[in-house]
């Protein structure tokens, strides 16, 4: 028999003191998060790279669904093979390493899935932090006629292309946003709002003030609003923080909510991620692939370049939407399995 404080330490250690078989629940729960991995990668290997992608695998054995884009030579083959059998192999990985762990409880990795969306979160605030100061920065300097000053007429006239200013200002600063985000583990959303504020603001004084705006100022604020919305909602959720409609949820016993709480992040929440991802990424031409691919701008004044980036933003809600719905999953069955151990929620953050 177990007692209710050696379940307590189990828990603490990630063990599974039910004693029912849980690995196929999250085997089930890591294969939709590797595969939501996948298909990124697969997305970036088809856009940026020219692979042809996973769905001519089913031109190449007879279906005429994929038949339209199959290649024919032999590189071609093996890439949109190995692109198809990733899915493949993420899900048997996943199903072998529960198998080995089949000991760990559900809420220890509903944590460790915590654990990586809040990284993703952390590089995206600090991504967009250092690219809103440094591309505005830049902007200004260009509308001021100051930026030859510093870097030359030839790096200015790079600069004002959003194709060099993308790769060679923006791409450096999230390899730095990522490292940053391994060592720092405040997430910042309080900073990103205030720095809204302040770059409103600014706008204020400035315009009233000065009788002084450019196009880059509203930029800035745009960008920054955008990431605070779509970056904070999957911590929101973390926290039970969003909105519930809630007509009878309230009354329920803990264990209904619990098949509640796991069937709604299934069916409508890591649902609703997917289709966000397959219509946003589906090819060169969707909504999110589209601006990212061509660096598109507004070309609005000298403007900030930043627009593509906010089209990119949609992905990055989706997946870290999509991981913490699985983390949610997680979370729920252990509570209609009255598993020990449930995250207390802080009252400020619950509606």
């Known amino acids: 028999m177990i007692h209710s404080s050696d379940t307590t330490a189990d828990l ?37 790279w020219e692979w042809p992608g996973a769905m001519p695998f089913y031109g190449l054995i007879g279906l005429a669904d994929g038949a339209r884009n199959v290649p024919t030579d032999g590189a071609g083959i093996t890439k949109t093979v190995a692109q198809f059998l990733a899915y493949a192999v993420v899900a048997v990985l996943a199903f072998v390493a529960c198998l080995k762990t089949s000991n760990r409880a559900l809420r220890a990795d509903a ?3 915590s654990g990586i969306t809040n990284y993703i979160i952390r590089a995206a605030f600090w991504a967009v932090l250092l690219i809103g100061l440094a591309d505005a920065f830049i902007s200004y300097l260009r509308v001021e006629g100051m930026l030859s000053t510093f870097v030359g007429d030839t790096m200015t006239t790079e600069l004002g292309r959003s194709r060099f200013r993308g790769p060679y200002v923006h791409f450096p600063l999230i390899i730095a946003s990522l490292i940053i985000a391994a060592k720092v583990k405040d997430l910042g959303f309080h900073w990103l709002g205030l720095l809204i504020v302040a770059a409103e603001l600014l ?10 705006e450019q196009a880059y100022q509203g930029d800035l604020v ?21 909105v519930r409609v809630d007509v009878f949820y309230s009354g329920f016993p803990e264990r209904l909510k619990g098949m509640v709480n796991a069937g709604g992040a299934l069916f409508m929440g890591i649902a609703l991620c997917w289709t966000i991802l397959i219509f946003g990424m589906w090819d060169k031409s969707s909504i999110i692939n589209a601006p990212l691919a061509n660096y598109e701008v507004s070309q609005s004044g000298f403007g900030m370049y930043v627009k593509f980036w906010m089209a990119g933003f949609l992905g990055i809600f ?14 729920g069955l252990a509570d209609w399995r009255g598993d020990p151990g449930k995250r207390e929620v802080s009252q400020a953050g619950a509606h």
């Open 12 to 48: 603490q250690n990630g063990i599974d003191a039910s004693g029912s078989n849980t690995w196929l629940l999250r085997a089930f729960g890591w294969a939709i998060v590797l595969s939501v991995f996948v298909y990124v990668i697969n997305n970036y290997l088809n856009v940026w």
């Open 111 to 113: 944590n460790i899935l």
């Open 203 to 212: 706008i204020v004084v400035t315009r009233f003030v000065f009788s002084y």
């Open 222 to 242: 745009r960008f920054w609003y955008g990431a605070l919305f779509l970056f904070a909602s999957a911590y929101t959720l973390f926290d039970d923080g969003h």
């Open 318 to 331: 989706a997946v870290t939407m999509a991981v913490q719905f699985v983390s949610l999953m997680f979370e």
